[in-house]
């Protein structure tokens, strides 16, 4: 099992040269220019103020992370996460990404978070397993959201309710 821990500034370039890659090359993320290191370092904080971001670590070398975020920032949403997870290109197909969504959904469960909610470029076929092998559904489609390398790229909700829903009367 690949040991997973939370992040931290110190990790930023190592976490910029995994995210760089889907940056450049693919369609799974929607940024255009790589974040730098420094960006990166400010997510990271900003994620952890009331959320969480893990990464998954062996002999030292960061293989891959995840972290969950604001879905909206209107005040109903509190209790919804965006979920996000990313493994180095060299390291997929390891476990490495079931094992930080694993954790993700577990720590997002002890911090009163009812709905954790993936949102997936398409086509993704290994994002998808991912969240379906979690028991994720898709909740929602959007056709030619986005427009990056030459194509229109749909995007696709994947919705898992993590705990009961709750009453406050």
Do not use: C
């Amino acid at each position: 099992m690949t040991p997973i821990r939370d992040a931290n500034e110190a990790d930023a370039a190592r976490i910029a040269e995994i995210y760089g890659h889907y940056v450049q090359n693919t369609t799974v993320t929607f940024e255009i220019v790589p974040p730098t290191t420094e960006e990166i370092a400010r997510r990271i904080r900003d994620v952890q103020e009331k959320h969480v971001w893990l990464l998954a670590e062996e002999k030292g070398t960061v293989l891959g992370y995840a972290y969950a975020a604001s879905f909206k920032e209107r005040a109903a949403y509190r209790f919804s996460a965006e979920i996000t997870v990313y493994v180095d290109i060299h390291h997929s197909g390891k476990g490495i990404g079931s094992a930080l969504l694993e954790e993700l959904l577990e720590r997002l469960r002890h911090l009163g978070f009812v709905h954790a909610i993936g949102v997936i470029a398409l086509p993704n076929p290994g994002s998808v397993r991912l969240h379906e092998k979690f028991g994720f559904k898709k909740a929602a489609h959007f056709s030619g959201l986005g427009y990056k390398l030459g194509n229109w790229i749909d995007v696709g909700y994947w919705q898992k309710q993590i705990q009961p829903f709750f009453s406050d009367t």
